[in-house]
């Protein structure tokens, strides 16, 4: 049972370079989540999609945009890179079936971005 | 304001004795749902247990339990008997009435031998 897998696992870009972070998850959920982990500081939400067709913003959205591709896959796109994105990037997904319910979010295991 | 702090940086345990995570928390919204993460050094965020604000028993799963004192606004995870593989940083997260969650800085826990 994969869970929730991204792609790439690492990646050096210079300032100004674009690139694609891809997430899928194979446990049928509704909800996924984009978040970046800077040291010495938890997660924090950049996007997350409620469900297939639907995105909102985060925390921290600037710099960033999102597509829902479909109910498994989730991808963030760095438009112009800065040396201030650099950090870890997990994506994460939940069932999400109300107020009251867990909705318990699974990660992937991250991507380590640095841009010089 | 910070909405959930976790205010030690850093702990050590002796390995087979008990230790306590401190997590408090702010919020107004009567439902929301309190999350405990551990992040290894290899780094993925391994789901660790959840207590619901509408839950009347403290959350129990294995050697984890979570010391929830809703009035105090504070969610505590206790691990019993330490093992080396429990060295890690631990995250406390709340979800407020909706999906999103808000992480705490996290507690770095070592295990001595």
């Known amino acids: 049972n994969a869970g929730v897998t991204q792609t790439p696992k690492f990646q050096v870009l210079k300032t100004g370079q674009s690139m694609t972070l891809q997430c899928a998850q194979d446990m049928n959920h509704n909800s996924m989540y984009w978040y970046r982990q800077d040291p010495g500081m938890g997660l924090r939400l950049i996007y997350y999609?409620?469900?297939?067709?639907?995105?909102d913003k985060g925390e921290v959205p600037n710099g960033y945009n999102v597509s829902r591709l479909n109910k498994r896959e989730f991808s963030l796109r760095l438009e112009s890179a800065a040396p201030s994105q650099t950090s870890v990037y997990f994506c994460?997904?939940?069932?999400?079936?109300?107020?009251?319910?867990?909705?318990?979010?699974?990660f992937g295991a991250g991507t380590r971005l640095s841009v010089l | 304001a910070q909405k959930i702090t976790q205010t030690q940086p850093g702990m050590f345990v002796q390995e087979k004795e008990a230790v306590t995570l401190d997590c408090t928390y702010d919020t107004s919204d009567p439902s929301y749902g309190l999350f405990w993460y551990k992040q290894p050094s290899s780094g993925e965020m391994i789901f660790l247990i959840y207590q619901g604000s509408y839950d009347q028993q403290n959350a129990t799963e294995g050697r984890y339990s979570l010391n929830f004192q809703k009035a105090r606004k504070s969610a505590n995870l206790v691990i019993s008997a330490s093992q080396l593989g429990d060295s890690a940083m631990y995250f406390c997260?709340?979800?407020?009435?909706?999906?999103?969650?808000?992480f705490g800085q996290g507690t770095e826990l070592s295990v001595k031998p």
């Open positions: 994460a997904s939940s069932e999400a079936h109300g107020r009251l319910a867990k909705n318990i979010q699974y």
């Open positions: 997260a709340m979800r407020e009435g909706g999906e999103k969650l808000i």
């Open positions: 999609s409620a469900s297939e067709g639907t995105t």
